[in-house]
């Protein structure tokens, strides 16, 4: 397949690619998935970045699938190339002509894959990702046990870091040059058949976000043309609508008489709810709640879904220009704010809710529907906890594996009864088994971090 797009620049790409679908039915996942660097890490390590006034750079491995070899194996990967790319390889080189055969009358050449190729699962990013990592391993870096994307290195006295995704790389480090001495490393070992693409200075395009780190100590993440490319997908004239906020307090309440969509205004409404929900995790996470409420609609999709979804756009238009800020205060501190709102969904589910900050800005946010009924709000808050604890526990080991000097990890609420069954200050057990159990866990990582 050969598909084209048009870059943030203007400039229009080709990526040639394989159908690697035909190779589910006899793959496993664990052998063709490959580690990306979560939005979470990019933005704690740019905000150590800003806070460190490390100098930053970001690259673009040219050909990233064509440099890396298909591991040996008993089993060959074999494409079938057909039709008019068949014409178009045979004028390239009319060497191929002797390998042309012919199935169901149309032309067709089957070739033995060497080297990884876009869309082959088995090697879809992961076989780029292993060579990526060892290269780097042999280097000198180590990677953060916590992030697979993530590898440091000791340079000077100052740590050197490196993020990618795939074939998009960011350095920092304190000096300049030796960001200078790795740029040239990486093109030494990854641009013999391209130019590495190296961007520097203080603004940065990097996995969907603009980096902008012209103010001391801080970095402003700009998702603006994502906007952009949310309102060009959305059918109707918004321009000079305006509303205070992306939802009302109806957001979560549902009408069972509101007509379905039909079928192409529902393929809009679940196309723009998946790039808003991109977006809202990079630098919008305002929009977090209404996003989530139509995550639980994309499937049957209604008037009111479209409503609210129209709600939130109009309020998007209107604060494009909208940047999230971020600034460490100094003090080592990560907190986070957690919250749940009872029995708000038409199933009498809750809605937790969380926002992690070091200072300026929230690091990380979400809003997502509980999978359990409780029945007050201190069991909601209780599950609210329970559903956030993990990004809580993962963060403080990420951040220490990085040699950052964390002093405190706390959690913020604002439900006594909550906090004091989380603290086992209460009995929980006749209020039901799997309550005790959240308390019991939250328990014995308190007890984890006292010890």
Known sequence: MNLLTEKNDGRIKARHCANGSSQRQYMLTEDVSSPTISAEATLLISAIDAEENRHVATLDIPNAFIQTEMEDREEKVIMKIRGKLVE??????????????????????NVHIKKAIYGLLESAFLLFYRKLSSDLIEYGFEINPYEPCVANKNVGGSQ???????????????????????????????????????????IHKYLGMVLDFTQEGVVIVDVSQHISNIESTFPEDLLGLTVKSPWN??????????KKLDSERASIF??????GLFMAQRGRPDVSPAIAFCTTGVHESTEEDWSKLRRMMIFLINTKDDKLVI??????????????????????????????????GALKSSSTKQKINTRSSTEAELVAVDDMISSIV???????????????????????????LEKMEGRVLQRGRDISIFAYFLLQIKLKKEM
């Open 88 to 109: 178009i390889l045979c004028d390239i080189d009319t060497k191929y002509e002797d390998f042309v055969v012919k199935e169901n009358e149309k032309k067709v050449i």
């Open 270 to 275: 679940h196309t723009i709810t998946y790039q």
């Open 394 to 420: 993962w963060t403080k080991n990420f951040l220490i594996a990085q040699g950052y000097d964390l002093k405190d990890n706390i959690l913020f609420q604002d439900n006594t009864s909550a906090m004091k």
């Open 249 to 258: 307090d109806d957001l979560f309440k549902v009408d069972p008489t509101s």
């Open 327 to 360: 600034k460490n205060d100094g003090d080592r501190k990560v907190s986070w704010f957690v919250d749940a709102s009872f029995a708000v969904h038409p199933d009498y589910k809750s809605q937790s809710g969380m926002m992690m900050t070091m200072g300026q």
């Open 160 to 202: 050197l870091t490196v993020t990618w995704h795939v074939d998009d790389v960011k350095l920092s480090h304190i000096n300049n040059d030796e960001i200078e001495r790795c740029i040239q490393w990486f093109k030494d070992r990854y641009g013999k058949i391209g130019e590495v693409k190296v961007n520097r200075g203080k």
